[in-house]
């Protein structure tokens, strides 16, 4: 068994980003957490095994930091339209950044392209739009931010109790020190910016050490961020979206913005959608607008496009991603 798949695991968890969803927590009022701190050590104790007088003395050394709950209760700024939001990633520091990452990691990229069967494109253009190729990968220790939003942050509070729990297993089965490690104010980790669930679920060793490390290793990187797409459905240098040929809107009934496969390419082109001919009528498809500095937009998004969209449930971060990818792919061919 190679390096890659050795670590693959089955356990099922959120999305990268699931934190980003704004719903109250079940079992959580406006004042009243969702578990108390001694209920949580005890209860890692007696599910998990973890020692309970640990679990304590650990969360009495994480730090409540008003800055993570400011951030997270911060009211959300303006939904940015696709023109504006386009530019944030689609620039030339990270398209030459692509091309430089893409040219110093070739050898595990083209290996675990392979063995994934994920384009080395897409995990390029992913690591790109996340942290600037490992640049931004946050600075909050990962047990300040969970416990905080755990214990002291009500509306989000079983979500994060939930992350607080996968992350101290994290700690155990990876040798991961949870007074040290960091990430984002949410508590995603290393390049990829895996929540803990997501972390223990779809990353993998694919440098064969033993451990699979989000922080040090970019082969354990490049290996993950391939297995999380692979996991969630995509295809080999199979299309990811095109431009819609459209002669004024669609019809209502085939625009949706609910990131969902709901239509053939046959049926679209019966309403008049003119999608790429090299693309077979039974392809599965979603159509969608984004707003264009000049109107709306409508593209065409394929199977590939829907496996960015579990990496981050988003239609524009995946239109983003694919086009970062192919800006990137463009250059690296003229090598």
């Known amino acids: 068994m190679n390096g890659f798949h050795r670590r693959v695991l089955s356990i099922a968890a959120g999305a990268v980003l ?21 209920g949580f050590a005890a209860r890692m104790h ?42 944030i990633f689609l620039n030339e520091k990270r398209i030459a950044g692509g091309v430089a990452f893409w040219r110093e990691h070739r050898e595990t990229l083209d290996r675990v392209s392979a063995e994934a069967g994920v384009d080395a494109r897409i995990i390029v253009a992913i690591l ?11 600075s909050y220790r990962v047990l300040d931010a969970l416990s905080t939003l755990a214990f002291d942050y009500p509306p989000r509070s079983k979500f994060f109790t939930s992350e607080l729990e996968q ?27 895996f929540i803990s669930s997501s972390y223990r679920a779809y990353a993998v060793d694919s440098s064969g050490d033993g451990k699979r490390d989000l922080w040090n290793s970019w082969e354990d990187v490049i290996g993950s961020v391939a297995n999380y797409l ?3 459905g995509w295809e080999y240098r199979a299309p990811v979206a095109v431009l819609a040929d459209t002669d004024g809107a669609p019809p209502s009934n085939l625009v949706s913005n609910k990131l969902k496969i709901n239509h053939d390419a046959g049926t679209l082109r019966a309403a008049g959608v003119g999608v790429d001919p090299r693309i077979p009528d039974k ?33 524009m971060y995946a239109l983003a991603a ?3 990818a192919d800006e990137i792919a463009a250059r690296v061919s003229d090598d």
Do not use: C
Request: aromatic content about 10%; proline content about 4%.
């Open 46 to 87: 007696t599910e998990h095994g973890l020692d309970e007088a640990w679990v304590t003395e650990l969360l009495g050394q994480a730090k409540r930091k008003q800055s993570i709950l400011d951030a997270i209760s911060r009211p959300a700024e303006r939904v940015k339209p696709w023109h504006e939001y386009r530019k």
């Open 322 to 324: 694919h086009q970062l």
């Open 283 to 315: 392809a599965e498809t979603m159509l969608f607008d984004v707003e264009a500095k000049d109107g709306l937009e409508y593209w065409v998004g394929f199977g590939n496009f829907y496996a960015i969209t579990r990496y981050n449930r988003s239609r």
């Open 18 to 38: 699931a934190f980003a969803s704004a719903a109250p927590a079940i079992g959580a009022t406006a004042d009243k957490p969702f578990e108390s701190r001694d």
């Open 128 to 138: 790109g739009i996340e942290t600037l190729y490992g640049e931004r990968t946050g």
């Open 167 to 193: 992350f101290l297993l994290l700690s155990r089965e990876e040798s991961v020190d949870p007074l040290s490690a960091t990430g984002s104010y949410a508590g995603a980790m290393g390049a990829p910016q």
């Open 230 to 232: 692979r996991v969630h």
